[in-house]
C-alpha cells in the first residue's frame, strides 16, 4: 500500500510564504516524477510545478520565479517552497508521484495523488 501524505498548507497574507511538504511511504521500489497540482473551486485540477528523479524542474508560467520545488530521493519527500504568494494563488494542492511500487512480488507502476492540502491567501 502506498500513500502520499501533504503537510504545511494554511492562511497567510499576500507577499508571504508557505512551505509545502510531501512524503511517500509503502512498497516503492522506485519513483520517477513528483510534482504538485493544485484546483480552485470551479476550476480544474492544474499543474504547479513537477521534478524528475534527476532534478529537471518545470513549473507554470504563473509560479515561476516564485515557487520552488525539490525532492530527497533517500526520504521518498518533495517539497514545494512558495514564496510572494499572492490571493489567486488560493487552492487545495495536491502532491502527485508517478512510482513503481511492489505488492506479492510483482512490480507495477502507476500515479498516486495525495488527500490535497488548503492554501488561502488573503489580499
Known amino acids: 500500500q502506498v500513500q502520499l501524505v501533504e503537510s504545511g498548507g494554511g492562511l497567510v497574507q499576500a507577499g508571504g510564504s508557505l512551505r509545502l511538504s510531501c512524503a511517500a511511504s509503502g512498497s516503492i521500489a522506485s519513483i520517477n516524477n513528483m510534482g504538485w497540482h493544485r484546483q480552485a473551486p470551479g476550476n480544474q485540477r492544474d499543474l504547479v510545478a513537477s521534478i524528475t528523479s534527476r532534478g529537471t524542474t518545470r513549473y507554470a508560467d504563473s509560479v515561476k520565479g516564485r515557487f520552488t520545488i525539490s525532492r530527497d530521493n533517500a526520504k521518498n519527500t518533495v517539497t514545494l517552497q512558495m514564496n510572494n504568494l499572492k490571493p489567486e494563488d488560493t487552492a487545495v494542492y495536491f502532491c502527485?508521484?508517478?512510482?513503481?511500487?511492489?505488492?506479492?512480488?510483482?512490480?507495477?507502476?502507476?500515479?498516486?495523488w495525495g488527500q490535497g492540502t488548503q492554501v488561502t491567501v488573503s489580499s
Open positions: 502527485n508521484a508517478d512510482l513503481l511500487a511492489s505488492s506479492g512480488g510483482i512490480y507495477y507502476r502507476r500515479d498516486y
